[in-house]
């Protein structure tokens, strides 16, 4: 037999990265600060790349329900929730989710990855998945463990979403599945005109807010309630990791299919249950979430004020209305030099390459928070005037 280790190698792209010293993953971060910087290598850096929009993740009230989660309730759940681990706490935070989202019940996930996994009991191996091009590595894993036909339609393209459409089996089931804020590009789903299109053609809407709900929305409700469009969403799925400064995640959608899932989604049934400390955590910012909208405003006002300064110094940033900067540069070798180039000028941002992006898409991912200051923005944006001129990119 071949030996199985023989291909794990990194990608040829990475040696030429690894010989400069620009890899730029795995970077350990020893301290998280309560203002928009970390500490790196015991270098403090801006946080340029978090998705910590609401920089709740540090916030003493968040800190505070988890310690008293944990004096109460201790540091782990001991099993799945099906068995012995679920908790009133639990229960407690799905049913506010639930709330929150106009929906009939919801589930608590240990991640956000693992809440879109769950989807994957909705499919089978007859069914037909229509897929936005751009959605995420857990949406795609979700349909690929259900056995069903994935259709990948052109990112936000209507026009061939509703080819793939007429052109399905009339007798599988269809789901539509996309999201509201995408992760890379910062763009929004059109959700009108893919809402319509689910109800013309008799498909269930499935829409990941893992980056949006809490930021986007007049309640904080996610790029469902920015459009105006709760009720036209079946089931939503979100991440804590972004917004609500913690880690776990959830699905939210009729009663009928939250009891379902909970008793066929393996990702549920067979993980340990949401620690005490991030339940407390997450109820604790869905508090803040829908008392503080200065804090999704001034995130969302400091990546309009950043997107003007990094365009203006010539670097091509997209058309994202939300608070991720995708700054382009295309090759994988360039990316990674000018993430280290940022890196040493004491900015910490994120480089993404395939298969995070299409090939020949790399990027420089940029995102602001409610913590940074108009000086940090100044930092980033001089940060990239002086690595982009060293590195030719830029006049």
Excluded at 170 to 186: C, D, H, K, Q, W
Excluded at 248 to 273: D, N, T
Excluded at 311 to 326: E, K, N, R, V, Y
Aim: charged share 20%; net charge neutral.
């Amino acid at each position: 037999m071949l030996d199985a280790f023989d291909r794990c190698r990194l990608h040829d792209d990475f040696r030429p990265v690894t010989e400069l010293g620009a890899y730029p993953y795995y970077r350990p971060v020893e301290e998280r600060l309560a203002t928009g910087e970390v500490v790196v290598g015991g270098r403090v850096l801006v946080a340029a790349g978090s998705n910590d929009y609401l920089g709740l993740s540090a916030d003493p009230r968040l800190k505070d329900a988890a310690c008293r989660a944990i004096r109460s309730l201790g540091t782990g759940t001991s099993g799945s929730r099906l068995v012995n681990g679920s908790l009133a706490l639990h229960e407690t935070l799905e049913g506010r989710l639930a709330a929150f989202l106009g929906q009939e019940a919801a589930m608590v996930t240990p991640t956000g990855f693992l809440a879109n996994l769950a989807l994957s009991a909705l499919a089978g191996p007859r069914d037909t998945v229509l897929a936005d091009q751009l959605i995420h590595a857990s949406l795609i894993d979700a349909v690929r463990l259900s056995r069903a036909r994935l259709r990948r339609y052109r990112h936000n393209d209507l026009d061939h979403l509703e080819r793939l459409l007429a052109g399905s089996d009339p007798a599988a089931a269809g789901l539509i599945v996309t999201e509201g804020m995408f992760s890379t590009t910062g763009t929004l789903c059109d959700l009108p005109g893919t809402a319509a299109l689910a109800r013309r053609h008799g498909a269930r809407l499935v829409l990941d807010g893992a980056h949006d709900i809490g930021l986007l929305g007049p309640g904080g409700r996610g790029a469902a309630e920015h459009h105006g469009l709760l009720p036209a969403v079946d089931l939503h799925t979100m991440a804590f990791s972004k917004c609500l400064g913690t880690t776990g995640g959830a699905v939210a959608g009729p009663e009928q299919i939250m009891v379902y899932l909970r008793h066929h989604a393996r990702s549920m049934v067979f993980s340990a249950a949401l620690s005490p400390s991030s339940t407390a955590a997450a109820l604790a910012a869905l508090d803040i979430v829908e008392t503080e909208p200065e804090r999704r405003h001034r995130a969302l006002a400091a990546a309009a004020r950043l997107r003007a300064d990094l365009a203006g110094l010539g670097f091509g940033t997209g058309a994202s209305p939300t608070t991720i900067i995708p700054v382009h540069v295309g090759d994988v070798v360039l990316c990674c030099r000018l993430w280290r180039e940022l890196f040493e000028e004491g900015v910490f941002a994120t480089a993404m390459v395939p298969p995070g992006v299409p090939d020949g898409q790399s990027l420089i991912r940029v995102s602001t928070t409610a913590l940074h200051t108009d000086a940090q923005l100044d930092r980033i944006a001089s940060a990239f005037a002086a690595a982009g001129r060293r590195l030719g990119m830029i006049p």
